[in-house]
């Protein structure tokens, strides 16, 4: 069919646009969503195997608001006391909270309500743990440095709000386990010096536990956080379209393209073949596996306390620093300072924050203002890599200590001995861990210079016509080598001659000496394995015809 006969009917008067064109030109003229449909549906994104872990991350998360929706439908959040006469005979005349109530009531009465309440769990444990590997993948890889600091303090900031969700979310249903973990946050803020115990009055609205507090955690849980959490990830995405992805070395990339495939329509199928890949293994586990089975563990009395009572993973770390701290306190004037209690309590943001400000502690040293969108390959990276391997091993030699007790019953060991072990860690095990990751990296380079000088082995001995033998080596091809040695090695910062031509010392300022010694530990001589040069390539292979 020709064009006329497509525009004009057989009177020849031209055809009017069908509804759906019309709407769509009336939302263009007034959204511009053609214009930035054309600008941005064609954007090209990298492609490469770890890059997946922030699709977790995002997949989860909208899994979680579907799912959360759906709970909030059937959950009442009220502190009230009743006498539970539902379907679940172990409980019938037990005296236990509306919220406790309607969670069994989910689990043994609402169709799919068991099955919709664990996947919800489970998502998000998976949540956490994918925004804890998916913000150690951009550190490892350097992607946190310039355009992207703001974005690196967003996706640690979802990291802290995701921990505090979790807390928020497993408290509601005020079953044994998740009462003994409110008391052990209301605890740790009556530690607080001065206003600990204005601020759990506050919280509770009176005493412990109080009827205030579940509407007040159901609020937090549904609206506040979710709806920052929401923000954060627009945001989040927005700056990652902005800046546009980072990507590994290679040929013909460089800090001004991007190699890859464009958002629509490769990107797009693939994001959402994955994402219904994630919530098919999601609804597997919440099908298959048992979490929080709030009828076995019966409502908070707070007179009781669950054995093996843990929270769930991503604040076991926080639970191992109150655990294995020593009981001291303070008495002066009248007031006792728990600082058993209280130094893990601010140990826990500390530790996070660390983290958090290494990306602009290693600007400072190093004074890169320059862009960077090539991702570093860890080992390429010692000093960085180490601190981040060196930071994991305290996170889990802290949620050993977190679970001393389910390590000494399963393990047949002394409590005591697990709990000094972990304070011995604590301070031995991440210095230990920074060493034998630095010589790991060391090594790798090291490998790698050999790779590129002396090509790949093949496992072939070949005797040479005075008798030596040797072993066949294949080389690596231009691209291989070329992705080998396109890091940058930074040059340690120096402060220069202390002591001018005319011998009058020069002032230099203390932060320009620190750096210094810092950029010296961090990129001086032994910090790294020198790349192989063009000559030096030539030199090896100029001779005989071996290396």
Same mark, same amino acid.
């Given at each position: 069919m020709s064009e006329r006969t497509q525009d004009h009917g057989q009177d020849g008067r031209p055809t009017p646009p069908a509804k759906g064109e019309r709407l769509a030109d009336w939302a263009d003229g007034r959204l511009g969503i053609h214009t930035l449909g054309k600008s941005q549906l064609r954007k090209v994104f990298p492609d490469h195997w770890s890059f997946m872990f922030g699709e977790i991350c995002l997949y989860s998360f909208l899994i979680l608001i579907l799912t959360g929706v759906w709970l909030t439908l059937f959950?009442?959040? &009220?502190?009230?006391?009743?006498?539970?006469?539902?379907?679940?005979?172990?409980?019938?005349?037990?005296?236990?909270?509306? *919220?406790?109530?309607?969670?069994? @009531?989910?689990s043994m009465e609402v169709r799919g309500g068991l099955l919709i309440r664990q996947i919800h769990h489970w998502a998000a444990l998976v949540f956490v743990a994918g925004m804890l590997v998916h913000m150690m993948r951009v550190f490892f890889t350097g992607a946190f440095r310039k355009p992207r600091e703001l974005n690196w303090l967003f996706g640690w900031t979802l990291l802290m709000l995701g921990l505090i969700t979790g807390l928020t979310g497993y408290s509601l249903p005020d079953d044994l386990l998740s009462g003994t973990g409110v008391r052990f946050a209301q605890g740790a803020i009556l530690s607080i010096p001065v206003v600990g115990t204005y601020v759990s009055f506050f919280l509770f609205g009176g005493e412990f536990p109080g009827h205030d507090i579940i509407p007040r955690l159901f609020a937090v849980h549904v609206l506040l956080l979710p709806g920052i959490m929401l923000g954060l990830v627009v945001a989040h995405l927005i700056l990652v379209f902005y800046h546009k992805h980072t990507q590994f070395a290679g040929p013909g990339r460089s800090e001004r393209n991007v190699i890859g495939a464009p958002f629509f329509p490769v990107y797009v199928a693939k994001a959402g073949g994955f994402f219904f890949l994630v919530f098919g293994v999601l609804a597997l586990m919440g099908a298959l596996a048992t979490i929080n089975p709030v009828w076995a563990l019966g409502p908070y009395r707070p007179d009781m306390v =669950?054995?093996? *009572?843990?929270? @769930?993973?991503?604040?076991?770390? &926080?639970?191992?620093?109150?655990?294995?701290?020593?009981?001291?306190?303070?008495?002066?004037?009248?007031?006792?300072?728990?600082l058993g209690v209280f130094i893990p309590f601010a140990l826990f943001p500390l530790i996070m924050m660390v983290i958090a400000a290494y990306p602009f502690a290693e600007a400072w040293v190093t004074k890169d203002r320059r862009e960077h969108h090539i991702a570093d390959r860890p080992r390429n990276a010692p000093a960085r890599t180490s601190f981040g391997v060196a930071w994991l091993s305290l996170y889990g030699v802290l949620m050993v200590g977190g679970g001393n007790d389910i390590w000494a019953t399963h393990f047949h060991l002394s409590i005591n001995a697990i709990t000094?072990?972990?304070?011995? *860690?604590?301070?031995?095990?991440?210095?230990?861990?920074?060493?034998?990751?630095? /010589? %790991?990296?060391?090594?790798?380079?090291?490998?790698?210079?050999?790779?590129?000088?002396?090509?790949?082995?093949?496992?072939i001995i070949k005797r040479l016509p005075h008798g030596e033998y040797v072993e066949v080596h294949q080389p690596l091809s231009q691209a291989e080598r070329y992705t080998l040695t396109a890091h940058e090695q930074p %040059?340690?910062?120096?402060?220069?001659?202390?002591?001018?031509?005319? =011998? %009058?010392?020069?002032?230099?300022?203390?932060? @320009? /000496?620190? /750096?210094? /010694?810092?950029?010296?530990?961090?990129?001086?001589?032994?910090?790294? %394995?020198?790349?192989?040069? *063009?000559?030096?390539?030539?030199?090896?292979? &100029?001779?005989?015809?071996?290396?």
């Amino acid at each position: 069919m020709s064009e006329r006969t497509q525009d004009h009917g057989q009177d020849g008067r031209p055809t009017p646009p069908a509804k759906g064109e019309r709407l769509a030109d009336w939302a263009d003229g007034r959204l511009g969503i053609h214009t930035l449909g054309k600008s941005q549906l064609r954007k090209v994104f990298p492609d490469h195997w770890s890059f997946m872990f922030g699709e977790i991350c995002l997949y989860s998360f909208l899994i979680l608001i579907l799912t959360g929706v759906w709970l909030t439908l059937f959950f009442e959040p &009220s502190g009230m006391e009743v006498e539970y006469n539902g379907t679940y005979v172990p409980l019938k005349g037990v005296l236990v909270t509306r *919220a406790y109530e309607s969670t069994v @009531d989910i689990s043994m009465e609402v169709r799919g309500g068991l099955l919709i309440r664990q996947i919800h769990h489970w998502a998000a444990l998976v949540f956490v743990a994918g925004m804890l590997v998916h913000m150690m993948r951009v550190f490892f890889t350097g992607a946190f440095r310039k355009p992207r600091e703001l974005n690196w303090l967003f996706g640690w900031t979802l990291l802290m709000l995701g921990l505090i969700t979790g807390l928020t979310g497993y408290s509601l249903p005020d079953d044994l386990l998740s009462g003994t973990g409110v008391r052990f946050a209301q605890g740790a803020i009556l530690s607080i010096p001065v206003v600990g115990t204005y601020v759990s009055f506050f919280l509770f609205g009176g005493e412990f536990p109080g009827h205030d507090i579940i509407p007040r955690l159901f609020a937090v849980h549904v609206l506040l956080l979710p709806g920052i959490m929401l923000g954060l990830v627009v945001a989040h995405l927005i700056l990652v379209f902005y800046h546009k992805h980072t990507q590994f070395a290679g040929p013909g990339r460089s800090e001004r393209n991007v190699i890859g495939a464009p958002f629509f329509p490769v990107y797009v199928a693939k994001a959402g073949g994955f994402f219904f890949l994630v919530f098919g293994v999601l609804a597997l586990m919440g099908a298959l596996a048992t979490i929080n089975p709030v009828w076995a563990l019966g409502p908070y009395r707070p007179d009781m306390v =669950g054995t093996g *009572a843990q929270p @769930d993973w991503y604040l076991g770390f &926080s639970e191992g620093l109150i655990r294995v701290m020593p009981s001291w306190e303070i008495n002066a004037w009248g007031h006792t300072l728990e600082l058993g209690v209280f130094i893990p309590f601010a140990l826990f943001p500390l530790i996070m924050m660390v983290i958090a400000a290494y990306p602009f502690a290693e600007a400072w040293v190093t004074k890169d203002r320059r862009e960077h969108h090539i991702a570093d390959r860890p080992r390429n990276a010692p000093a960085r890599t180490s601190f981040g391997v060196a930071w994991l091993s305290l996170y889990g030699v802290l949620m050993v200590g977190g679970g001393n007790d389910i390590w000494a019953t399963h393990f047949h060991l002394s409590i005591n001995a697990i709990t000094w072990f972990v304070r011995i *860690a604590f301070f031995v095990v991440p210095p230990l861990a920074y060493a034998v990751t630095y /010589r %790991v990296c060391l090594g790798l380079q090291r490998r790698d210079r050999a790779k590129v000088l002396h090509g790949r082995e093949s496992g072939i001995i070949k005797r040479l016509p005075h008798g030596e033998y040797v072993e066949v080596h294949q080389p690596l091809s231009q691209a291989e080598r070329y992705t080998l040695t396109a890091h940058e090695q930074p %040059v340690p910062f120096e402060v220069g001659p202390l002591v001018d031509a005319n =011998g %009058v010392a020069r002032k230099v300022p203390r932060t @320009d /000496r620190l /750096r210094a /010694r810092l950029s010296r530990a961090m990129y001086g001589p032994g910090t790294q %394995v020198p790349k192989p040069t *063009a000559q030096e390539y030539r030199q090896v292979h &100029s001779g005989d015809g071996h290396p």
